[in-house]
């Protein structure tokens, strides 16, 4: 089964930083390309990174560039969101996502379930 | 960038009409490069359509998408309970944006 289970949400004050872990399996990883999208409560959708299959290739949103860094360990099938100088706007449900094939920016056709990061003093 | 608008906000039907959601974009894009989603409460988000008008694997045929250029609709044919929910469009072909959101509730 295709799964990705994202990891390290949670409680933080503005200003400190996160890293959330997205752990992929039920599929060749290291051929995928992949993203971070967020939800604020009651929202849309925003896409925050995407990172292509080995790495070469990054993309940011204005929003988080220069705050937020996008990784991935093909060995360990895992994708990863630095996330520093939180602010209370980064408060959201985040989604790790599968791109339909190599491409940096391509539809995604599988989603986590999701983590909840909260940025709050 | 490109700004997806999505209309109406939200669409109040009944079960067995049809449902017109529009996703309208700021530019046009490369090779009609849209995704629609849908997602219920509480769940993540699930691709629909790609490529405009391709269904994702497993979507019936009662999802149907259309338009090129900056103008784009999602057809659901005739609505069951389980469709209620919100869509999301998505584009590709400039880097990646997500349209609002169109709330389809019961009427």
């Known amino acids: 089964e295709v799964q990705l289970v994202e990891s390290g949400g949670g409680l933080v004050q503005p200003g400190r930083s996160l890293r959330l872990s997205c752990a992929a399996s039920?599929?060749?990883?290291?051929?995928?390309?992949m993203h971070w999208v967020r939800q604020a409560p009651g929202k849309g959708l925003e896409w925050v990174s995407s990172?292509?299959?080995?790495?070469?290739?990054?993309g940011y949103a204005d929003s988080v560039k220069g705050r937020f860094t996008i990784s991935r360990d093909n060995a360990k099938t895992s994708l990863y969101l630095q996330m520093n100088s939180l602010s209370a706007e980064d408060t959201a449900f985040y989604y790790c996502?599968?791109?339909?094939?190599?491409?940096?920016?391509?539809?995604?056709?599988?989603w986590g379930k999701g983590t909840t990061v909260t940025v709050s003093s | 960038e490109i700004v997806l608008t999505q209309s109406p906000g939200t669409l109040s039907l009944s079960p067995g009409e049809r449902a017109f959601l529009s996703c309208r974009a700021s530019q046009s894009f490369d090779s009609n490069y849209l995704a629609w989603y849908q997602q219920k409460p509480g769940q993540a988000p699930r691709l629909l359509i790609y490529?405009?008008?391709s269904r994702a694997t497993g979507i019936p045929d009662k999802f149907s998408g259309s338009g090129s250029g900056t103008d784009f609709t999602l057809t659901i044919s005739r609505l069951e309970p389980e469709d209620f929910a919100v869509y999301y469009c998505?584009?590709?072909?400039?880097?990646?944006?997500f349209g609002g959101g169109t709330k389809v509730e019961i009427k």
């Open positions: 996502t599968r791109s339909n094939g190599g491409y940096l920016f391509y539809y995604m056709d599988v």
């Open positions: 998505q584009q590709y072909g400039s880097s990646l944006t």
């Open positions: 039920g599929f060749t990883f290291h051929n995928y390309a």
């Open positions: 490529g405009a008008s």
């Open positions: 990172i292509g299959w080995n790495s070469g290739s990054i």
